[in-house]
């Protein structure tokens, strides 16, 4: 595996492995790798000649200084991971290679996001999904992939990101994987290395609210199982939840009844003291 520092060693690079007609897999991540992001990986070996990992924890989709400045960082182990998991080149610049002007000098490109940069995430964290398309649009465009792979726990990014990809014009399949969770339910994340023992000991009622609430579903309404959610992860103390929102997996507008649309997805963010979760189920899945 080799490291790539600047953008120009990435196209040339790009190129040389064009030249060679091989496809490129795209997996871009912030560090702090975990199994979830390995499973990406694993994908993208297996779909792609060549696999391109990206290290970068972007400012501009932090709207919260002290998240950005709590944010885990780890390069070593994260190198030593992606070299084993059968990575060819990773892509680690830094902020001033990708933002040569500083962060705020790429802001004046809005990116037509539709609605489904507006709810969820998009009304918590004002800009983020600004942010978000702002660097995977660079990413994209510096290293050409014909595939990009992310992780369904970020079920909402992904919506977001596909938007971005089909009003840029920019030709790459995006893929997207399952959720990757420990064995007691809690998805895999960077920030649940940030928990305390005890706040780790807890973190896994948020998936176990979510599991139980589908056979609750089945037989009452949408409004009972939002709230049943919401009332059982709020009574648990050191958990706090922030929104849980039941939408359609497709445009991600909330739902009011089950069979307002055949893919239903339950979203949520809970506050682990104060390490920011997130996670999703499925209602209801397409035939």
């Known amino acids: 595996m080799i490291i790539l520092r600047t953008v120009n060693d990435v196209r040339s690079y790009v190129s040389t492995q064009r030249g060679r007609g091989a496809s490129i ?12 992001h390995l499973s990406l990986v694993e994908k993208a070996v297996a779909e792609n000649a060549v696999v391109i990992a990206s290290v970068f924890v ?23 991971l992606l070299s084993a998991a059968g990575v060819s080149a990773v892509f ?4 001033e ?38 660097i995977v649009s660079l990413l994209f465009r510096i290293t050409e992939p014909d595939r990009a792979y992310f992780g369904e726990k970020d079920f909402q990014q992904i919506a977001v990101i596909r938007n971005m990809v089909k009003s840029e014009g920019i ?3 995006i893929v997207a994987c399952p959720i990757k969770r420990a064995d007691d ?10 928990l305390t023992s005890e706040q780790r000991a807890i973190a896994p009622e948020i998936y176990s609210a979510l599991n139980d609430s589908v056979e609750y579903s ?4 949408v409004r009972a199982t939002h709230d049943t959610v919401v009332e059982r992860l709020d009574a648990v103390p050191g958990l706090q939840v ?37 996670d999703n189920i499925a209602y209801r899945l397409p035939n």
């Not at 972007?58 to 030593?80: G, H, I």
């Not at 339910?185 to 940030?194: E, I, T, V």
Request: proline residues 8%; aromatic residues 10%.
């Open 185 to 194: 339910g809690l998805a895999l994340s960077s920030r649940n290395s940030l």
């Open 97 to 134: 290679e990708i933002y040569p002007g500083g962060p705020s000098s790429h802001c004046g490109h809005v990116f037509d996001l539709g609605m489904a940069a507006e709810v969820m995430e998009g009304k918590y964290r004002p800009g983020h999904f600004q942010g978000v398309a702002q």
């Open 58 to 80: 972007n400012p501009t989709q932090f709207n919260n200084p002290d998240d950005l400045a709590s944010y885990p960082r780890n390069e070593e182990e994260d190198f030593r």
């Open 25 to 36: 897999g795209l997996v871009p991540t912030m560090g702090a790798l975990h199994s979830g």
């Open 242 to 278: 922030e929104y849980f929102e039941i939408v359609d997996g497709r445009t991600l507008a909330p739902v009011d009844e089950w069979e307002e649309s055949p893919w239903i997805v339950g979203c949520i963010t809970v506050y682990c003291g104060k390490v920011r979760l997130i």
């Open 92 to 95: 680690a610049p830094s902020v």
């Open 218 to 221: 089945r037989s009452h309404s």
């Open 171 to 173: 030709n790459v399949d």
